[in-house]
């Protein structure tokens, strides 16, 4: 009677081990965080945004996100883990746990908020229009009924729809910036800055009508309340202490981390 009743106790005892290990698998010892990898920060960036993100010959991602995400992983005390991805499909990715966060030059906006949840800033930019030198199209409303570009997943299709239903999408804002220099579309909204970068990488084209500030932020999953305190605590010391206007004049020669007064 005794054997059959120590038997009944560990079997009660594994029951229950089982159980706790099982009862959220993406629980880690973290600090309570939510991560995809236990001791790791998995990422995710499209590797197709100049200087922001781009891909190499072996795979690998860097640019400005890339160095913030990593920066942050780092104050995580987390092994940075990159997962390059379709810009247009990392929203639902970080909604369904398949990565933590997405460091990604994401603009706040209420469509991604009801998805997702943001940290603080890491960085301000705004949408500008972009044409070849030879248009005379200066505003916004000059492209009215017109063809634009703009990269899928983006902002930016909102605001063309504003003028034109004639709208070509992109898996990149550099490959829609090209194609513009090389003929195609009659225009191109994307961030200033990158517009900025691919002039000075010699595309022939121009900026015109800035069409207002926006705010671009990690994303969270709504439920991981304890990763975005941490990783908006991780965001104000790379603030504090200088890394994230460092990170941003090594790629822009100018700090876009601050927030305009």
Known sequence: MKKILTLFILMVTMIGLLA???????????????????????????????????????????????DVAEAVAKELGLEPNQKKFKFASIVEGVKSGRFDAAVASHTINKDRLKHVDFSTPYYYSGPQIFVRPDSDHEKLADLDGLEIAVSKGSTYAKTAEEVTDNIVLYDSDVTALEALANGRHDAVITDFITGKEAMGAGLEIEGKELLGRSEQAIAIAQDNDELLEKVNEALETLRENGTLKEISEKYFGEDITAKPE
């Open 20 to 66: 706790a290990c099982g009862s959220d698998e993406k629980a880690s010892g973290d600090g309570g965080m939510k991560l995809a990898e236990d001791g790791k920060f998995t990422f995710a960036s499209s590797g197709e945004f100049k200087p922001f993100s781009v891909t190499d010959g072996s795979g690998k991602m860097s640019g400005f996100d890339i």
